[in-house]
């Protein structure tokens, strides 16, 4: 296998860098802030937000990217990028996004945008059958959120609220694959009227 890569490989390829240069961002701005938000002593949902906690997540998170980089540099040199790869970086994601709700106010966190934003780039990149995936791992992230939140009575007091944020989760989600998936089929029209035309002209000019 060459060092070359298909066209949909290298367009994933640098779509998982760029998530990873923004992945590394995040995590030095969110440990920064936890950081903050511990040494003023705010009011937290979790009381297992401590150093350790601060230490555990940014410390998971570089460890995730420090393997994600290093799949990327091997799916160059291989010529081929794994296509679960978009699925398991897409999960990590998710997971850190619970991992920053639970003690900066959970269902309330202001870092509840960050799951729009997760999975608006990702519907917009790969197309609809991510979209969906990201809504699946989106119930289940922000299920344990909300676990942890209402531990151990489970009682939601704001369900209304909650499920309305899950629709509109759902409904960005959906929308977006559409658009994506919209843009493919015209993507490859405009490609198919591109080789016709090469071939007609090649026709003309033999």
């Known amino acids: ?15 998982e860098k760029n998530k990873m240069h923004v992945r590394w961002l995040l995590i030095v701005l969110v440990g920064g802030y936890f950081a903050y938000l511990l040494s003023t002593r705010s009011a937290f949902t979790s009381a297992l937000f401590n150093w ?21 540099s091997r799916a160059r040199k291989r010529g081929r990028l794994h296509p679960v790869l978009k699925y398991i970086t897409m999960s990590v994601d998710f997971a850190a996004i619970a991992m920053v709700l639970i003690p900066t106010g959970g269902s309330a966190s ?4 960050v799951y729009f934003i997760v999975i608006v780039s990702n519907s917009m990149r790969y197309g609809m059958k991510v979209a969906l995936a990201g809504i699946f791992l989106f119930n289940i992230s922000y299920l344990c959120v909300l676990l942890n939140q209402y531990y151990p ?7 209304q609220t909650e ?19 919209r843009f493919q089929i015209l993507q490859g029209e405009v490609e198919k009227y591109e080789k016709l035309v090469e071939k007609l002209t090649s026709q003309k000019n033999a």
């Open 1 to 15: 296998m060459g060092s070359f890569l298909s066209d949909k490989s290298d367009w994933e390829l640098k779509n």
């Open 52 to 72: 350790y906690y601060i230490g555990a997540v940014t410390m998971s998170l570089a460890a995730a990217n420090f393997v994600f980089a290093f799949i990327l």
């Open 110 to 113: 202001i870092f509840f945008v």
């Open 153 to 159: 009575s489970f009682e939601v007091p704001e369900l």
């Open 163 to 181: 499920t309305l944020k899950v629709a509109g989760f759902w409904l960005v989600g959906i929308y977006t694959g559409y658009l994506a998936r």
